[in-house]
């Protein structure tokens, strides 16, 4: 600890860092982090509890059903009444999921999140008003580039084991190939098959931007904007539908939110793995509009 500004406990970001990946949830909970920025000016991180599902309890292409809390920061993003897209909680506030799923549709009345959902439709479903639709300003529907957007709710969640937020991973993170992480969705399960009733997931394999760019996959299209997860041989993938969903990695019991469903030839094809928005790229955009939109606290 480095001292004390303005009633609050002052850390250096490292041991804020630490603190949020610090097994003691009491720690977690309690305190906001500061630093100070050579403009004199303060930089807040704040430290919520994130990235954990209650014990539990007991397509996607290739998926299974998946059960209540075992993905609690899931939410589907409904537009005049259909689900279009998934998405992640990151805060009370805020979702995150893919530009391509909002771009145009700027309009946060026509958007309802359900939140807490296995199946749908459901009758008395937890669904929340759209304050506000942001998606990368870099994002243009020719490319495949910057492919982040962000919701923001009218009114707070409440965590309940069932409607959970997901960690953000940290700066500069890499994976290892071969790394298994879990993506979900009310996605078709065959290519051009019907939304899934019932939110579908799986299990699936890092891959690196090395082989996903190899001649016979993604010829080069690949960039450090995106991530490859799946199989090379094909049968397990995310599908139309499961776009802005999570990629969500489990790290020393907790879940972060490595990437955002975004695209792929087809679904579940031989060499054609499903492509995710790589979230260590667009987190200083998503704390910039956060921050922009709730203040620095
Ligand atoms: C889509 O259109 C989509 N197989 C999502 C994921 C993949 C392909 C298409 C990856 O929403």
Known sequence: MDGRTDGWP??????????????????????????????????TLKCLECGSRPKHLTRIVGGNISQPGQFPWQVSLHFSSEHICGGSIITSRWIVTAAHCVFGFADPSLWVVHVGEIEQPV?????LAVAQIIHHARYHPKGLDYDVALVKLTKHLVFNGLVEPICLPNYGE????????????????????ETSVVLQSAMVPLLSTKTCNQPQVYQGFISPWMICAGYLGGGTDSCQGDSGGPLACEDSSLWKLVGTT???????IRNKPGVYTRITQSLHWIRQQMEREDGPN
Do not use: P
């Open 262 to 268: 975004s695209w792929g030839i087809g679904c579940a």
């Open 10 to 43: 002052v850390f250096k970001l490292e041991v804020c860092s630490a603190m949020r990946s610090s097994g003691n949830a009491h720690i977690r909970k309690q305190f906001s982090c500061k630093a100070r920025c050579n403009s004199g000016k303060v930089t």
């Open 123 to 127: 009758h008395g479903a937890l669904s």
């Open 174 to 193: 890499e994976y290892d190939e071969g790394t298994m992480c879990w993506i979900s969705g009310w996605g078709a399960t065959e290519d051009k098959g």
